[in-house]
Structure formats: structure tokens, C-alpha cells
Nanobody, 126 residues
Framework: QLQLVESGGGSAQPGGSLRLSCTAS????????LAWFRQAPGREREGVSCIRGSDGSTNYADSVKGRFTISRDDAKNTVYLQMDSLNPEDTAVYYC???????????????????WGRGTQVTVSS
């Protein structure tokens, strides 16, 4: 069964950085679209960033452009989300997701992703 496992969450101060990892099992990254979503308490789950498996093209939500960077390491079968210049509004549970269909550009709609990890908490506060 396909698996996605997130790690790297934790606490950071405003202006700080964290790097999230999502390690995939039973499929190769190039075969899927991969994305990071987040969900804050009382809010809808929202797309943060995605990367297209076949060509590595990326897409970002406006709220994180210039601050977050998505990347992947095919040898480790792992997708990363580097988060810089964090602010309290970035506090949420972050989820990794994957889907067989690779739109161009990749999409940030949760309805377009079939496979999900369990999430990792990110808290930004002073």
C-alpha cells in the first residue's frame, strides 16, 4: 500500500525556518504529482506547494511565494518543503499528498489528491 510519512515539524520563532520531509513508499516520485497542504484550527485545508513528478515543475500558493521552496530527492524518494521567514499565520498541521494525475501546472486543490500522509505540526510563535 502506498505510504507518505511526514517529518520535520516543530516550533519556530517568527522569521525562523523549518524543513519538512515527506518520504514515500511503494511508488517513485517521478510517477506522481506531489503536494504540501496545511490546515489551521477551524480552517479549511489549503494547498501550499506542489511539484510535478515527471518534470519537476512547481507551483506555490501566493501566501508562501518567495518564502517556501519545494524540492525532491529521487534517490531518497523524499519531497521537502523548506520554510523560511515563518510567521504565526503559518501555524498549522502540514500534510503531504500525492496523485497519479499530473496536471500542468500541478494543482493546489485538495480534491485532486488521492493519497495523504498523517501530517506534522508546525507552530510559529514568539
Amino acid at each position: 500500500q502506498l505510504q507518505l510519512v511526514e517529518s520535520g515539524g516543530g516550533s519556530a520563532q517568527p522569521g525562523g525556518s523549518l524543513r519538512l520531509s515527506c518520504t514515500a513508499s511503494r511508488f517513485t516520485l517521478t510517477s506522481k504529482a506531489l503536494a504540501w497542504f496545511r490546515q489551521a484550527p477551524g480552517r479549511e485545508r489549503e494547498g501550499v506547494s506542489c511539484i510535478r513528478g515527471s518534470d519537476g515543475s512547481t507551483n506555490y500558493a501566493d501566501s508562501v511565494k518567495g518564502r517556501f521552496t519545494i524540492s525532491r530527492d529521487d534517490a531518497k524518494n523524499t519531497v521537502y518543503l523548506q520554510m523560511d521567514s515563518l510567521n504565526p499565520e503559518d501555524t498549522a498541521v502540514y500534510y503531504c499528498a500525492a496523485d497519479d494525475i499530473q496536471f500542468r501546472p500541478c494543482l493546489l486543490s485538495k480534491a485532486r489528491y488521492e493519497y495523504w500522509g498523517r501530517g506534522t505540526q508546525v507552530t510559529v510563535s514568539s
